[in-house]
Nanobody, 129 residues
Framework: DVQLVESGGGSVQTGGSLTLSCQAS?????????MAWFRQGLAKGREGVAA????????????SVKDRTTNRFTISHDNAKNTVYLQMNTLKPGDTAMYYC??????????????????WGQGTQVTVS
């Protein structure tokens, strides 16, 4: 079976950091063209926060995870470990949500169109207080 398993969530204070991991099984991360992290808070819709075109290394970030021109979040991948990461810094209460990783066979555009992703993880909770 093709699976994505997220880990690394937890509770952190405002200004803290967390790193989420998304371990792929049943296929190699490199066989997908796009991977992304989405989040969904209480009473909110699913929001894309970071994405990467794996072959090109091009990354994308939502405005909500930027401070002025600086990205608070960083998406990266390690093909040898079949894992995609989301490094989250300067966390705010508004970042509280369930975080999901997702994979798409092709390059996705618009990159945060959730309907274009064919594989999803079960989510990991991040709580910032």
């Amino acid at each position: 079976d093709v699976q994505l398993v997220e880990s690394g969530g937890g509770s952190v204070q405002t200004g803290g950091s967390l790193t989420l991991s998304c371990q792929a099984s049943g296929y190699t991360v490199g066989s997908k063209r796009t991977m992304a992290w989405f989040r969904q808070g209480l009473a909110k819709g699913r929001e894309g926060v970071a994405a990467i075109f794996l072959h090109e290394g091009t990354t994308f970030y939502a405005d909500s995870v930027k401070d002025r021109t600086t990205n608070r979040f960083t998406i990266s991948h390690d093909n040898a470990k079949n894992t995609v990461y989301l490094q989250m810094n300067t966390l705010k209460p508004g970042d509280t949500a369930m975080y999901y990783c997702a994979a798409a066979r092709d390059r996705v555009w618009p990159v945060f169109d959730a309907n274009e992703y064919d594989t999803w993880g079960q989510g990991t909770q991040v709580t910032v207080s």
